[in-house]
């Protein structure tokens, strides 16, 4: 079985090929340039290297969101045509979850924190010790909050994902239990995790994600984007008053 991951959701820009349970394949980025401009030539680049014939993979995984709008809409944009055009069904991943199997066998509690902004990230709670295990499904939260969860669990903590360098000081702050930031390898999204989780769904061995066609293929972005929340701010009762904190007088960079 072979399975085509792509990974837009955050700054990194990640495809793999995924053969049964051996990585055959990985290309990550993780640098200040759109996925407009990274996926395609990385797909090419791969497709290449491994003398890939995309007709005989069966799926394209996708992280499905939560993450970047911009970035899952690439994402999202990009699997779509190669499926409508393959005929391949695509598999809608929880980008969380994705993240999260990284530290599969790790032992105590994984939790994934994305930068959401606004003091929130996005996040779940793992149990990945002996089997893929979701305590906590992903949502968007608050760090501080996630924070007091975690220590009323009291048990050893791993963090990873592009808000540790950004929440660092609030986790060295109120976190109580042992815990520690995943190193640099295995810290970040990879395709690679997708494209297996995506083989999992496919053997029926993994909830979490959705196989559908390309065309009802649509990312979950978790909560409204900042050009929504504006607007919704701007049209209630205290107009301009009600923007929310943290948010951009200007268009926010584009990741």
Not at 7 to 23: G, M, P
Not at 111 to 131: F, H, K, W
Not at 231 to 250: F, I, N
Request: aromatic content about 6%; hydrophobic content about 45%.
């Amino acid at each position: 079985m072979k399975v085509l991951g792509i990974e837009s959701a955050s700054l990194t820009a990640s495809v793999a090929l995924v053969t049964d349970d051996i990585l055959t394949g990985e290309y990550t980025v993780n640098f200040k340039k759109t996925h407009s401009q990274t996926l395609l030539p990385m797909l090419d680049e791969l497709g290449k290297l491994l003398e890939l014939d995309l007709s005989s993979i069966d799926a394209i995984a996708v992280a499905g969101g939560p993450g970047s709008f911009t970035g899952l809409r690439i994402g999202a944009a990009t699997a779509k045509g190669l499926g409508l055009a393959l005929k391949k069904p695509l598999i809608h991943v929880p980008t969380v979850d994705a993240l999260a199997y990284n530290l599969w066998g790790a032992a105590g509690i994984v939790c994934p924190i994305m930068d959401a902004r606004r003091s929130q990230v996005y996040t779940g709670i793992y149990c990945l010790e002996n089997d893929f295990s979701v305590v906590m499904e992903q949502r968007p939260m608050d760090m501080g909050d996630l924070a007091d969860m975690l220590n009323a669990k009291g048990e050893r903590v791993v963090f990873l994902g592009d808000g540790c360098p950004v929440y660092a000081d609030v986790i060295q702050e109120k976190m109580q239990v042992p815990w520690r930031f995943a190193p640099a390898p295995m810290n970040r999204q990879r395709a690679s995790c997708v494209a297996a989780l995506g083989i999992l769904a496919l053997k029926g061995e993994y909830t979490g994600a959705k196989v559908m066609t390309a065309g009802a293929f649509a990312p979950d972005y978790l909560r409204k984007s900042q050009a929504e929340r504006q607007r919704d701010a701007l049209l209630s009762p205290e107009g301009a008053a009600g923007k929310l904190p943290g948010d951009y007088d200007e268009k926010p960079p584009v990741r």
